[in-house]
């Protein structure tokens, strides 16, 4: 049974036209269930975390209940009965809604909750608000255009709800001033009277922060009336950064006697004394900052004080994260940022900001939940981009922040502090917010091996569960590419990219679970092999090297600049005859003479049939005549492939058509069908005497999904729905070789997810 899940997107202008989208074989998703096969079942990977979370907003009227804002997976909700976070956002289909520039619940309805989104100024963007706590979602698309992945992005929040009358709605923009809407974020207008109109549109694409934070007085105004004081910050470079309004918005001034022009305010909050407390630094982040400060107004005097923590000798940083314990006034938290070398750390005053303890020292992280976070050593570091810094307005000892990689929460009474240390644990448990990179799964050993981005990668033993460790020896920021040799799976190499450095290698005898560097020696292209790399970098950075392994494990080849191989495990290395720099090689599944590679600049293929040594130009048959295109580029995906037990079984993902070849790469037939194929992978036959199942990410007319082929790409079904679309953000695919159905998907944003037909 499908679960109807509404989405109401409405049009500003154009009569406000409203489109409903149900889940598939529904009445009116003709589309959506083209060729839809059986049910299937979806469940995330489980790594738990991994990517920046700009804030984690709690609601002001309902216990337990808050929300977590990432800059590429999403709106989270906390689920306090699941003990849980729900992604909200799965059902989309628009990728760029996946960056959220801000979040607000309803400051008097706990069921509602209003969304800013829009990944970057590039791209759409729409105020998202929900009656039923984000389960469905009114979608209203604007044209002011937003920067939720973009610097900046730690700032807010820039949603604001008016306490008093809940119609009215601001939003500061980074582009187009304030905006206001008096219909519950249906319709929005530039506040014409703000001083600050904005930049304009990002034409260039050019990053600023714009408007940083809109926050109501609710002590002013009246029940069903707008309150009258309402303040703006500005984190643009100039005179003046703060303004106020004490007539709902009808006017504005600026704030006198701003303490630094030479800072911007990045976070505001307001306690019931009037004071407002504002964390400032001299950029917009999330890294270039060297300075900050921390001050407090009085809305009532206007007198201001400085009241910034005293820093340790020789840290240089700002403070974003800003968070008041609205059961002790007085009781104020900030977390610095950008105070590198492990000196980041959350200040916490219970004076006012008279005096600062810093919570660091006292601090200890229990990384079960997510072992990738101690990054190979004996503890986790406190955090770093600590943008996000809440306490639960019900709780005063449940505290919460977020950090470059995960989000932290704690329930240790503070008043303890000296006494007992205070635990923090990652709070993740539903989060996965990652850009996946690589995906393979052997005939053998773990089901599935994963490269990510800026975390590495790792061994999943257990789908469901946090691995023990990311791959180490070396550590990679960025895996690229992942290989097992066909005929011995326990033998795996990687490729990918540490934190400083050119890219490297490595490679692993027990399925990944260890690993040896490989260190090829520096090579330089030769005058012959110059147009190949020109072709290659064309105008862009050179392209990371990569990986293959032989089907017998034993010869590795380095596709670099200059194409290398080695036949002992990187003690000696040798130039390859032939091959092209950075050419796409593959070795044959079964014979472990074999390579092919693919050859755009000449649009050729190229065979080995000595164990890599040396490759020649094959007079193949049935290829598109032009085959410049298909040269992968930075992170992009490959084009050939070959198929697991079956040898010479090559495929060619061509720019428009599926090409596959059964004797070698001498001749290629196209397989011709209505889903356009950017990314194949093999799953596990119907039985052993079947051809291995194909999966596939790709398009049918305007719809980008994921595909099942039982018929050797004649024909091709649906596998995701309208309920698991995760703004086809797609970027990796491996089939299970060993379960029938199951295949492994790779997002930009939503970490890895596995799918299986329905029980």
Same mark, same amino acid.
């Given at each position: 049974?499908?679960?109807?899940?509404?989405?109401?997107?409405?049009?500003?202008?154009?009569?406000?036209?409203?489109?409903?989208?149900?889940?598939?074989?529904?009445?009116?998703?003709?589309?959506?269930?083209?060729?839809?096969?059986?049910?299937?079942?979806?469940?995330?990977?489980?790594?738990?975390?991994?990517?920046?979370?700009?804030?984690?907003?709690?609601?002001?009227?309902?216990?337990?209940?808050?929300?977590?804002?990432?800059?590429?997976?999403?709106?989270?909700?906390?689920?306090?009965?699941?003990?849980?976070?729900?992604?909200?956002?799965? /059902?989309?289909? #628009?990728?760029?809604?996946?960056?959220? $520039?801000?979040? *607000?619940? @309803? &400051?008097? !309805?706990? %069921?509602? =909750? +209003?969304?800013?989104?829009?990944?970057?100024?590039?791209?759409?963007?729409?105020?998202?608000?929900?009656?039923?706590?984000?389960?469905?979602?009114?979608?209203?698309?604007?044209?002011?255009?937003? /920067?939720?992945? #973009?610097?900046?992005?730690?700032?807010? $929040?820039?949603? *604001?709800? @008016? &306490?008093? !009358?809940? %119609?009215? =709605? +601001?939003?500061?923009?980074?582009?187009?001033?304030?905006?206001?809407?008096?219909?519950?974020?249906?319709?929005?207008?530039?506040?014409?009277?703000?001083?600050?109109?904005?930049?304009?549109?990002?034409?260039?694409?050019?990053?600023?922060?714009?408007?940083?934070?809109?926050?109501?007085?609710?002590?002013?105004?009246?029940?069903?009336?707008?309150?009258?004081?309402?303040?703006?910050?500005?984190?643009?470079?100039?005179?003046?950064?703060?303004?106020?309004?004490?007539?709902?918005?009808?006017?504005?001034?600026?704030?006198?006697?701003?303490?630094?022009?030479?800072?911007?305010?990045?976070?505001?909050?307001?306690?019931?004394?009037?004071?407002?407390?504002?964390?400032?630094?001299?950029?917009?982040?999330?890294?270039?900052?060297?300075?900050?400060?921390?001050?407090?107004?009085?809305?009532?005097?206007?007198?201001?004080?400085?009241?910034?923590?005293?820093?340790?000798?020789?840290?240089?940083?700002?403070?974003?994260?800003?968070?008041?314990?609205?059961?002790?006034?007085?009781?104020?938290?900030?977390?610095?940022?950008?105070?590198?070398?492990?000196?980041?750390?959350?200040?916490?005053?219970?004076?006012?900001?008279?005096?600062?303890?810093?919570?660091?020292?006292?601090?200890?992280?229990?990384?079960?939940?997510?072992?990738?976070?101690?990054?190979?050593?004996?503890?986790?570091?406190?955090?770093?981009?600590?943008?996000?810094?809440?306490?639960?307005?019900?709780?005063?000892?449940?505290?919460?922040?977020?950090?470059?990689?995960?989000?932290?929460?704690?329930?240790?009474?503070?008043?303890?502090?000296?006494?007992?240390?205070?635990?923090?644990?990652?709070?993740?448990?539903?989060?996965?917010?990652?850009?996946?990179?690589?995906?393979?799964?052997?005939?053998?050993?773990?089901?599935?091996?994963?490269?990510?981005?800026?975390?590495?990668?790792?061994?999943?033993?257990?789908?469901?569960?946090?691995?023990?460790?990311?791959?180490?020896?070396?550590?990679?920021?960025?895996?690229?590419?992942?290989?097992?040799?066909?005929?011995?799976?326990?033998?795996?190499?990687?490729?990918?990219?540490?934190?400083?450095?050119?890219?490297?290698?490595?490679?692993?005898?027990?399925?990944?679970?260890?690993?040896?560097?490989?260190?090829?020696?520096?090579?330089?292209?030769?005058?012959?092999?110059?147009?190949?790399?020109?072709?290659?970098?064309?105008?862009?950075?050179?392209?990371?090297?990569?990986?293959?392994?032989?089907?017998?494990?034993?010869?590795?080849?380095?596709?670099?600049?200059?194409?290398?191989?080695?036949?002992?495990?990187?003690?000696?290395?040798?130039?390859?005859?032939?091959?092209?720099?950075?050419?796409?090689?593959?070795?044959?599944?079964?014979?472990?003479?074999?390579?092919?590679?693919?050859?755009?600049?000449?649009?050729?293929?190229?065979?080995?049939?000595?164990?890599?040594?040396?490759?020649?130009?094959?007079?193949?048959?049935?290829?598109?005549?032009?085959?410049?295109?298909?040269?992968?580029?930075?992170?992009?995906?490959?084009?050939?492939?070959?198929?697991?037990?079956?040898?010479?079984?090559?495929?060619?993902?061509?720019?428009?058509?599926?090409?596959?070849?059964?004797?070698?790469?001498?001749?290629?037939?196209?397989?011709?069908?209505?889903?356009?194929?950017?990314?194949?992978?093999?799953?596990?036959?119907?039985?052993?005497?079947?051809?291995?199942?194909?999966?596939?990410?790709?398009?049918?007319?305007?719809?980008?999904?994921?595909?099942?082929?039982?018929?050797?790409?004649?024909?091709?079904?649906?596998?995701?729905?309208?309920?698991?679309?995760?703004?086809?953000?797609?970027?990796?695919?491996?089939?299970?070789?060993?379960?029938?159905?199951?295949?492994?998907?790779?997002?930009?944003?939503?970490?890895?997810?596995?799918?299986?037909?329905?029980?």
């Amino acid at each position: 049974m499908h679960l109807i899940r509404r989405v109401t997107v409405t049009a500003i202008g154009a009569g406000l036209a409203h489109l409903m989208l149900l889940s598939p074989g529904l009445p009116g998703a003709a589309q959506a269930a083209t060729a839809q096969s059986r049910p299937y079942t979806w469940n995330n990977v489980t790594v738990g975390g991994g990517g920046f979370s700009p804030n984690i907003i709690f609601s002001p009227v309902q216990q337990g209940l808050a929300y977590l804002r990432t800059d590429i997976g999403g709106v989270y909700r906390y689920d306090p009965g699941a003990q849980r976070w729900i992604p909200l956002q799965d /059902g989309m289909p #628009e990728g760029n809604y996946f960056g959220v $520039e801000s979040v *607000a619940p @309803d &400051p008097r !309805d706990a %069921n509602v =909750v +209003y969304a800013a989104v829009g990944m970057y100024g590039s791209g759409p963007s729409a105020i998202l608000r929900s009656d039923n706590r984000g389960t469905n979602w009114n979608i209203f698309p604007v044209p002011f255009r937003m /920067g939720g992945n #973009e610097d900046g992005r730690g700032l807010g $929040e820039r949603l *604001a709800i @008016d &306490p008093h !009358d809940t %119609n009215i =709605v +601001y939003f500061g923009s980074r582009h187009d001033g304030l905006q206001r809407s008096a219909d519950r974020g249906r319709t929005w207008s530039r506040v014409s009277a703000f001083p600050v109109a904005g930049l304009g549109p990002a034409e260039s694409h050019r990053t600023h922060a714009g408007i940083s934070f809109v926050l109501f007085d609710p002590g002013s105004g009246a029940a069903n009336a707008p309150a009258r004081t309402i303040f703006v910050g500005v984190a643009d470079p100039g005179e003046n950064h703060l303004y106020r309004s004490d007539d709902a918005g009808e006017s504005w001034h600026t704030v006198p006697h701003e303490p630094r022009a030479d800072l911007l305010p990045v976070r505001a909050q307001l306690d019931k004394n009037g004071m407002l407390y504002l964390a400032y630094c001299n950029g917009i982040g999330p890294n270039g900052i060297t300075a900050g400060a921390v001050f407090k107004l009085d809305t009532a005097s206007g007198a201001w004080q400085d009241i910034t923590p005293q820093a340790e000798p020789g840290a240089a940083g700002g403070f974003m994260g800003l968070a008041l314990d609205l059961r002790k006034p007085g009781t104020v938290l900030i977390s610095t940022v950008d105070w590198w070398q492990d000196r980041d750390t959350i200040w916490r005053s219970t004076d006012g900001g008279a005096h600062w303890t810093s919570l660091r020292p006292s601090s200890e992280i229990d990384a079960t939940a997510s072992p990738f976070l101690l990054w190979g050593q004996t503890f986790a570091k406190f955090g770093w981009w600590m943008a996000g810094l809440a306490v639960d307005p019900f709780d005063s000892n449940h505290l919460a922040y977020t950090t470059g990689a995960t989000v932290y929460d704690t329930h240790t009474p503070l008043q303890a502090t000296g006494t007992h240390p205070i635990i923090w644990h990652p709070w993740v448990s539903g989060i996965e917010e990652t850009a996946i990179l690589s995906l393979v799964s052997p005939p053998q050993g773990p089901p599935l091996l994963s490269g990510f981005g800026d975390i590495g990668g790792f061994v999943h033993e257990d789908l469901r569960r946090s691995p023990p460790s990311m791959y180490t020896n070396p550590i990679f920021n960025d895996t690229l590419t992942l290989d097992y040799a066909g005929l011995v799976p326990s033998i795996i190499v990687r490729s990918g990219r540490p934190q400083h450095g050119a890219s490297m290698m490595a490679w692993s005898q027990d399925f990944g679970r260890s690993w040896n560097p490989l260190q090829p020696p520096p090579q330089k292209a030769s005058d012959a092999n110059a147009g190949a790399v020109a072709a290659a970098v064309s105008g862009r950075p050179k392209p990371d090297g990569a990986i293959a392994v032989s089907a017998d494990g034993a010869t590795f080849i380095d596709l670099g600049e200059v194409p290398l191989v080695t036949r002992d495990r990187g003690q000696s290395w040798h130039t390859i005859g032939g091959l092209p720099a950075f050419a796409h090689a593959v070795a044959d599944r079964v014979d472990p003479g074999r390579f092919y590679a693919l050859d755009s600049e000449h649009s050729r293929m190229l065979v080995s049939e000595d164990g890599g040594a040396s490759f020649q130009a094959l007079a193949s048959r049935g290829l598109p005549a032009d085959l410049s295109s298909e040269q992968p580029r930075g992170r992009a995906r490959w084009s050939l492939l070959a198929t697991p037990g079956k040898a010479g079984d090559l495929w060619l993902v061509g720019r428009e058509e599926l090409y596959h070849s059964t004797d070698g790469g001498r001749r290629f037939a196209l397989r011709r069908s209505d889903v356009g194929v950017t990314a194949l992978a093999f799953g596990a036959p119907k039985s052993d005497r079947d051809y291995p199942t194909l999966f596939a990410i790709g398009a049918r007319d305007e719809l980008v999904a994921i595909w099942r082929s039982d018929d050797i790409g004649a024909s091709w079904s649906r596998i995701n729905d309208a309920e698991h679309e995760y703004g086809r953000r797609f970027r990796v695919i491996a089939g299970d070789p060993r379960v029938f159905g199951r295949v492994y998907v790779g997002t930009d944003g939503r970490g890895a997810f596995y799918g299986e037909p329905a029980p």
